[in-house]
């Protein structure tokens, strides 16, 4: 069973608009929230971060924005760059089986079309 | 600041070989070691976690350990590797305590044959 669902394995975009990456997590109390970056054969870069007392987080070109009650969150970035092309990673920490952990996504593949 | 140090970067190894990857951080104390391995289409799945030298705790049943041998040292390890073992595998960091980012090494490809 999924904890932490990301519906779309891949998305393309034009350069200089709007990506928006979804995830979906069926835990309540997870209460903190990652987004990350990965190339190919690098480990994942850390982007941007949520506590789930908070609806929206925003960091130069990222934003993330949690919905609590729909248990949902997602990444904007605006404007998208070619650089940007990446897997996108989102995770949740928080009591999971006796513990804290953080539970991962199965990522969304974006790509910039320049 | 800190920094995590995870070797080699990739490994070719024949079924039935034994197995060790090394993970060093600096710039911390006392911080949460992690290893994750990356399987397509399946995220990244924790196999081990440490909140303290010599404390490993196991997540995934196979044939992989971990170990802690000092503060900021962590080692993958298997007596006998199997196919299903390949993958890229991934060392990662925390600060001890909640709401912290992981911050991950660059990995490591794992090829069994």
């Known amino acids: 069973d999924q904890q932490v669902k990301q519906n779309s394995p891949s998305l393309s975009v034009q350069e200089g608009r709007i990506s928006i990456l979804n995830c979906d997590y069926t835990?309540?109390?997870?209460?903190?929230f990652l987004w990350y970056k990965k190339y190919p054969a690098e480990g994942p870069t850390f982007l941007i971060s949520?506590?789930?007392?908070?609806d929206k987080n925003e960091d130069g070109r990222f934003t993330v924005f949690l919905n609590k009650s729909a248990k949902h969150l997602s990444l904007h970035i605006v404007p998208s760059q070619p650089g940007d092309s990446a897997v996108y990673f989102c995770?949740?920490?928080?009591?999971?089986?006796?513990?804290?952990?953080?539970?991962f996504g199965t990522g969304t593949r974006l790509k910039v079309l320049a | 600041s800190q920094t995590i140090h995870q070797w080699p970067a990739t490994l070719v190894q024949p079924v039935g070989s034994p197995l060790s990857l090394e993970c060093t951080v600096e710039g911390t104390s006392n911080p949460n070691l992690y290893w994750y391995r990356q399987a397509a289409g399946r995220g990244l799945q924790l196999l081990f976690y440490?909140?303290?030298?010599?404390?490993i705790s196991s997540e995934v049943p196979q044939n992989l350990s971990a170990s802690r041998p000092q503060d900021r040292q962590f080692i993958l390890s298997s007596k006998k590797l199997l196919l299903s073992d390949s993958g890229f595998y991934l060392c990662?960091?925390?600060?001890?305590?909640?709401?912290?980012?992981?911050?991950f090494g660059n990995g490591t490809r794992l090829t069994v044959t």
């Open positions: 990662a960091w925390s600060e001890p305590g909640r709401s912290s980012p992981l911050h």
């Open positions: 995770a949740a920490f928080g009591p999971f089986l006796g513990t804290y952990k953080y539970i």
């Open positions: 949520i506590s789930s007392i908070k």
């Open positions: 835990n309540s109390m997870f209460d903190y």
């Open positions: 440490s909140v303290g030298i010599g404390q």
